[in-house]
């Protein structure tokens, strides 16, 4: 059917094949609810498997599960198998690892409130301009301190610290209002209550135990699921920004390789620009833009491509575009918008052919061999091989028992670290006040002294140490290095 660089996903009069040399130009995956997007994502998973490329997808719907077992299971899948009269087309599973912010459904995915980073965290916590300098201000306090910032405790022990403590940090780092720390406090709270606090400590997720392949080659399918953690929409987001930071931080640089080293499937991507600073939107432009060269794809998810700012868009070269409805003037907008974005077809209608495909049938273009994008067509997708009906609790509790990394994520590190540290110091502090120096008075202490006497030894451990070097890179951002590709 296909040569071993041809990914095919959809047939019009011929297959129209995704090039690998070119899935890591990124791609889009538009339509509205029900038009058949999650099929999509599931057969080019399937496919980027079968060339030995690991993939990365949330599983929004709770729906995914399936793909580690053959199909057969639905008659939809085996008529349009005959319709499109597929040669050789068998039911296969695939090889998958289930990963799960909440440690119920797969092993747990965890990061250090110092890898997060600043800028990430003022998002999570939904704080403004104002607050978020002033977190900023406190990284820098942890950091010049040698703090170290892994969970949530961590953080709000040093964002007291640095309440507290205000007035010596006013002059060499920024006014920290108490109204400032009563907001990070409040957010902080907010986001324990949500379950936020299964979301940082250790051991933090080392993305490249995502990037495997299983013994006969094929790419591993990450499934994340999120159909809890979808329930707040911003840690969702930001969750899968950090992790794109960090494989643009990671990886090495390779080029155009002759397929993708990876390939990141990012659902209901308009929640990712949802009430954004443009500082933000301008490095996630830049991380799409740059991640090619680290050999990583991009697909974007989502209900319409105006969901993306003009500047992501731009870079999406392979696209597939599901149904869209027309029922509003605003609709209709959208939908012209969104056939301008294709290369035309002198014998399609793309603005009317939106409104009037149907399930599991899209508009498709891809890149060519030389990069250029492909006439759009209308096409129908292929079938999975894959079991549509996700995995009963037995079975996937058997996956993820199974797999090599069973026990790693689940077992928690609770390392000395900032709260900690400052809870020792606090304690120092009492047990000296306490202490009557000679003559029956307590001796005076320097509260300034104290604190250099006890960031010394915590400096001294953290330096040259790899943490030091994390909580160095956390403060900066992976994504506000400013690094030029």
């Known amino acids: 059917m296909n040569n071993l660089d041809e990914l095919i996903v959809a047939k019009a009069e011929d297959y129209l094949p995704l090039f690998s040399q070119m899935a890591n130009r990124h791609g889009l995956i538009a339509g509205a609810t029900g038009t058949g997007k999650t099929v999509t994502l599931r057969v080019m998973a399937e496919r980027f498997s079968e060339i030995g490329v690991p993939v990365f997808m949330a599983d929004v719907k709770g729906d995914l599960s399936g793909i580690v ?18 040669a050789g087309f068998t039911y296969q599973g695939f090889p998958a690892v289930f990963w799960d912010v909440f440690g119920q459904l797969g092993h747990p995915v965890r990061t250090t409130i110092s890898e997060m980073g600043p800028l990430l965290l003022s998002r999570i916590l939904n704080l403004n301009e104002v607050q978020s300098g002033v977190l900023s201000i406190i990284f820098k306090i942890a950091d010049e301190n040698g703090f170290l910032l892994l969970d949530l405790k961590d953080l709000r022990a040093i964002v007291q610290f640095a309440g507290e403590k205000a007035s010596q940090f006013t002059t060499s780092h920024g006014n920290i209002s108490p109204a400032s720390i009563g907001a990070i406090q409040r957010s902080l709270l907010a986001l324990e209550a949500q379950g936020g606090e299964q979301l940082f400590g250790e051991p933090a997720l080392n993305l490249f135990d995502m990037i495997q392949t299983d013994g006969s080659g094929k790419g591993v399918i990450n499934i994340m699921a999120a159909d809890k953690l979808i ?11 950090w992790m794109l930071s960090e494989l643009f931080e990671q990886l090495p640089e390779v080029g155009d390789p002759p397929k993708p080293k990876f390939v990141f499937f990012f659902d209901e991507a308009h929640l990712l620009f949802d009430d954004i600073p443009k500082v933000l939107v301008d490095k996630i432009e830049q991380v799409v833009r740059l991640i090619r060269s680290k050999g990583v794809g991009v697909y974007f998810i989502t209900q319409n491509p105006l969901d993306l700012p003009e500047t992501v868009l731009g870079q999406l070269g392979n696209r597939v575009q599901h149904a869209l409805r027309a029922f509003t003037a605003r609709d209709q907008k959208a939908v012209r918008a969104a056939a ?36 759009v067509e209308r096409a129908l997708i292929l079938p999975p091989k894959s079991r549509l009906l996700p995995l009963d609790p037995p079975e996937r509790s058997l996956v993820i028992q199974q797999s090599l990394l069973s026990g790693h994520y689940e077992r928690v590190i609770d390392r000395e670290s900032a709260y900690e540290k400052l809870k020792e110091r606090a304690e120092q502090m009492k047990t000296q006040q306490d202490v009557p120096a000679r003559g029956g008075r307590a001796e005076p202490k320097s509260q300034g002294k104290t604190l250099f006497e006890a960031v010394a030894k915590s400096a001294a451990h953290a330096i040259g140490g790899q943490i030091g070097r994390q909580i160095i890179r956390g403060v900066l951002g992976s994504i506000l290095s400013g690094k030029k590709g």
Do not use: H
């Open 69 to 86: 077992a053959p199909g057969g299971d639905n008659d939809k899948v085996k008529a349009r198998a005959d319709q499109l009269g597929i």
């Open 231 to 241: 329930q707040s929409p911003k840690v969702y987001a930001t969750l899968l920004l």
């Open 340 to 375: 301008e974005t294709f290369r035309s077809n002198p014998a399609l209608d793309t603005v009317r052919v939106i409104t009037e495909l149907g399930v599991g049938e899209a508009l498709v273009s891809f890149l060519d061999r030389k990069g250029a994008p492909s006439v």
